[in-house]
C-alpha cells in the first residue's frame, strides 16, 4: 500500500484517486495513520465480502445452537 502525507496528498489528490483505482493509498497526518483513499470498486467488493461473512457467522450461530431449520423453497410454496 502506498503511503502519502497529508500535506503531499491535499496537493496530489487528482493523482492520487487515479492511483486509488489500482491500490488503497494510506493518508498520513504527523506520521500516524489518518485514513485510507480507495476506489468505489474497491469499497462495493469490501462491503460485499463483509456481509458475506456475517451471513457465514450468522449460519454458523445458528448450527452452534442446534436450531431447527426450514428449506427455503418450502417456505416459499407456503407463502404463495
Partial sequence: MKTSPLTDARRDLPSLIDKAEKEPILI??????????????????????????????????????????????ATKRKIK
Fill in 28 to 73: 498520513t497526518r504527523n506520521g500516524e495513520e489518518a485514513a485510507i483513499l480507495i476506489s468505489p470498486l474497491f469499497y462495493e467488493k469490501a462491503l460485499d465480502a463483509m456481509e458475506e461473512l456475517e451471513d457465514i457467522a450468522a449460519y454458523d450461530t445458528a448450527k452452534a445452537r442446534k436450531e431447527s431449520s426450514v428449506i427455503w423453497a
